[in-house]
């Protein structure tokens, strides 16, 4: 008789789970049952597009009831503010929902908490990086988009989502500072933005021109120059100091003449400079919640590496990097070892193109700069491994390996820093420092040049007991001699060309690459719900690169 009482309970519950739901009793969760009924893929609330298979899957769970009646107004508010976060308040639904705030009742409602949903999907989408798939425009992107589902988010978040939406915010200083800074930046905008420069001839110091008292005003509006006499037309001292800081703050030769470039960056409006900051802050949605508490970056527009040691920078340096036709790529590599006195192997494209060129004008070219031809039919040291005897002026390419012996000459310079990664791309020294007095240091074939390599060398050897007098012993002695590393230390390679600075000040770099501009393109368009993986993917021409000839 038990087993038939069980039995029956357990067909009853099979009945009950397989039973429809129970219809809503609330008026609005009828109507908004009601408005997602069917089985297209959007529809239209007050006239805007939305989501209606992600409002299905957000509001039958809970039996289609209203979700956000006593937090509307904190979460409008969130919502409106969404610029302050870098982006754009499009697509948000933001006059529709105050419509259907007025129009009240439960259509209205109903209206409204269907409206905050769907801007709530595509709000937090955006905030974790899920615009566009960075693959889709930088053919060197290494990260796979990081993974969010915004339905699971506004599932799990319901009953405090105000406080929820502000944790979406990458966890990084250098995010919030530049938020800081588009505050300020779209406050100069809205305000009537800073003066504007005429046009004209280069202006020295110690000049008189008509044009200095808008240079003034100009550097007063951004602090560079002290508030004072803005009438003043001589080109003194005091402005010379405040035109050579502004220089540097945008990555110009501090020479203090103001010339063309100068003056193009001082007529940058605040409104394009929001812009910029906008899309740099976008690039650090694009990063994992938290990087290694060990690590070295280098920030490719800025060509400046900093070594981060228990997540403090405790080493900084200026670097060459790539020029606009050989680019350094975006990496997340892991350094593995060191090379003292290394050989540079020269890659064939630069042999054909550079070396060869020079060789049918001057057969002792290699000689010259320490190359040998690298051949089991001519022996190290040889005349012929030197180029002697060859005839080059019939040839097209080479056909032998060229290798650049270590020595003070060599392109690598006396250290080289091993990240094994499939563009060939390494860290190393240089025997032309000059380079690092540039203001503008893209000027590599790709590689990442080092203003203090031994610097670096004793930080990543530190638990191996290397002082500097005894690495300048082992590169004295003249041998080759490769150290691995205790343990691997990463290496990010990243583009940035706004970052706020040690003293809060907003530092201003060229778009070196284009990539700001690809990225501004493809985020030009409004919020959607769905996941950049899908349905909001971009697609845009993929950035040319020079296919092996990666050379320092």
């Known amino acids: 008789m038990r087993a038939i009482v069980m039995a029956a309970l357990l067909l009853a519950s099979e009945g009950a789970s397989a039973a429809p739901p129970v219809a809503p009793t609330d008026p609005a969760a009828q109507e908004i049952q009601k408005r997602l009924t069917g089985t297209a893929e959007t529809t239209r609330i007050a006239g805007e597009e939305v989501d209606l298979g992600q409002l299905r899957a957000f509001y039958q769970p809970r039996?289609?009831?209203?979700?956000?009646?006593?937090?509307?107004?904190?979460l409008i508010g969130t919502l409106s503010a969404a610029d302050q976060e870098g982006l754009p308040t499009e697509g948000l639904h933001l006059t529709a929902i105050a419509q259907r705030r007025t129009a009240g009742g439960t259509p209205g409602l109903a209206d409204q908490d269907m409206l905050i949903t769907d801007a709530l999907l595509r709000y937090a989408n955006a905030m974790r990086g899920q615009r566009v798939d960075p693959t889709h425009i930088e053919d060197d992107w290494f990260l796979?988009?990081?993974p969010f589902d915004a339905q699971a988010f506004l599932q799990e978040h319901a009953r405090d989502m105000a406080t929820a939406l502000r944790g979406l915010q990458p966890p990084y200083a250098g995010y919030q500072l530049?938020?800081?800074?588009?505050?300020?930046?779209?406050?100069?905008?809205?305000?009537?933005?800073?003066?504007?420069?005429?046009?004209g001839p280069t202006i020295k110091p110690g000049d008189i021109d008509d044009r200095i008292p808008a240079i003034r005003a100009r550097l007063m509006a951004t602090g560079e120059l002290p508030q004072g006499d803005r009438a003043q037309t001589l080109y003194d001292e005091q402005l010379l100091a405040a035109v050579q800081l502004f220089q540097r703050r945008h990555g110009l030769a501090d020479e203090g003449a103001l010339g063309r470039q100068t003056i193009t960056a001082m007529n940058l409006s605040a409104a394009q400079l929001a812009r910029q900051v906008a899309v740099n802050m976008e690039r650090w949605r694009w990063l994992p919640q938290r990087l290694e508490d060990n690590h070295i970056v280098v920030n490719v527009p800025g060509a400046w590496l900093e070594v981060v040691d228990g997540g403090r920078a405790i080493l900084s340096m200026r670097v060459v990097v790539g020029d606009p036709d050989h680019p350094?790529?975006?990496?997340?590599?892991?350094?593995?070892s060191l090379v003292l006195n290394p050989t540079w192997r020269v890659p064939a494209s630069i042999a054909t193109d550079e070396i060869l060129p020079k060789l049918k004008k001057d057969?002792?070219?290699?000689i010259a700069n320490d190359l040998e031809l690298v051949s089991d039919a001519f022996p190290s040291g040889s005349p012929e491994s030197?180029?002697?005897?060859?005839?080059?002026?019939?040839?097209?390419?080479?056909?032998?390996?060229?290798r650049q012996r270590a020595g003070s000459d060599n392109a690598l310079g006396r250290i080289k820093f091993n990240i094994?990664?499939?563009?060939?791309?390494?860290?190393?020294?240089?025997?032309?420092?000059?380079?690092?007095?540039?203001?503008?240091?893209a000027l590599s074939h790709g590689c990442v040049r080092l203003e203090k390599p031994d610097q670096l060398a004793l930080y990543v050897l530190k638990d191996k007991d290397w002082s500097q007098e005894r690495l300048d012993s082992e590169i004295g002695a003249g041998n080759t001699r490769t150290l691995t590393l205790g343990k691997r230390l990463p290496v990010w390679l990243l583009y940035w060309t706004n970052w706020v600075d040690a003293e809060s000040v907003l530092q201003i770099r060229d778009d070196v690459y284009g990539r700001d501009q690809r990225l501004a393109a493809a985020l030009a368009r409004p919020l959607r719900s769905g996941s950049v993986l899908s349905s909001n993917a971009t697609a845009i021409p993929k950035e040319v690169r020079c296919d092996g000839c990666r050379v320092p």
């Open 63 to 74: 039996g289609w009831r209203p979700a956000w009646n006593d937090t509307a107004d904190k």
């Open 144 to 146: 796979p988009t990081p």
């Open 178 to 199: 530049l938020r800081q800074k588009l505050a300020e930046l779209k406050a100069i905008a809205a305000a009537g933005d800073w003066p504007k420069v005429p046009a």
């Open 328 to 336: 350094t790529p975006a990496m997340h590599a892991q350094m593995t």
């Open 363 to 366: 057969p002792g070219y290699l």
């Open 386 to 402: 030197q180029g002697v005897g060859i005839s080059w002026q019939d040839r097209s390419s080479i056909p032998w390996p060229i």
């Open 420 to 441: 094994p990664n499939n563009d060939d791309i390494y860290l190393h020294d240089t025997p032309n420092h000059k380079a690092f007095t540039r203001a503008l240091r």
